[in-house]
């Protein structure tokens, strides 16, 4: 099996800081979390920003701090997020693509959040694909539901990502999406075309077991505080506690983790 990608998702746009004292909130904060999530076995940074009340922005200037502190401590893969939290504009969630940031995910679908909805309507997504293009950003596509798997291949039909290694982020378990099920995987996995590498994200209590499934399996993994905060019930994590513990499983289960530089070449940023 290929070496194991950790993605850590360190910070999100749900979780506050009254949920958990170990969120990374600053840019400051995000840049020290990546650098130990590194450290861990992270190969790509997964972030969300915040503004000064703690609150989800997706403000380029703040992006644009978070990313350069990242870059100055470590060569994680930077990812951005270009969800945002539910509620923004498509202008709004943009704004970091133009940072040119080596990759953002990518969401290719609209899907009931909890009490929310994330709207990802057709049109938007392709205007998400163009400015991706323009700004020559790798997309992770990030999938809520199944039905987004097969719109992010109409997307590459279409003509967008034409060259593109395709890499997939199947984030299970969001009340309002796909269950975190090993049989919901399975169908995941079984929609894609060959060469496509996956990630599976679990969210809350079901993040453990899709860790082991995707490690299992011969995809990657995603864990960190924007989808579960817990080491276990009633025990609150940090991001780099959690990303310990998969290398760990990894390692008992004979799959190596990969470096950044071992992860760009497999999902083709080099
Ligand atoms: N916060 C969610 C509404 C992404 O980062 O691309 C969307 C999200 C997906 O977190
Ligand atoms: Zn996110």
Known sequence: MDKLIITAALVGAEVTREDTPWLPVTPEEIAEAAMEAREAGAAIAHIHVRDDAGNPTQDREVYRRAIELIRRKTDIIIQVSTGGAVGMSAEERLQPVSLKPEM???????????????????????????????????????????????????????????????????????????????????????????????????????????????????GHVRVGLEDNIYYRKGELATNAQLVRRVVRIAREMEREVATPDEARKMLGLV
């Open 104 to 218: 953002a995910s990518l969401t290719t679908g609209t899907v009931n959040f909890g009490n929310g909805v994330f709207m990802n309507p057709p049109d938007m997504i392709e205007r998400f694909a163009e400015e991706f293009e323009r700004y020559n950003v790798a997309p992770e596509f990030e999938i809520f539901e199944a039905g987004m798997v097969e719109n992010a291949l109409r997307l590459v039909r279409k003509g967008y990502f034409k060259d593109r290694h395709l890499h997939f982020d199947f984030v299970m378990g969001v009340p309002g999406g796909i269950p975190a099920t090993a049989d919901h995987l399975l169908h995941l996995v079984r929609q894609l075309p060959p060469g496509a590498t996956w990630t599976v994200a679990g969210v809350g209590r079901h993040q453990l077991p899709m860790s082991a499934l995707g490690i299992v399996l011969g």
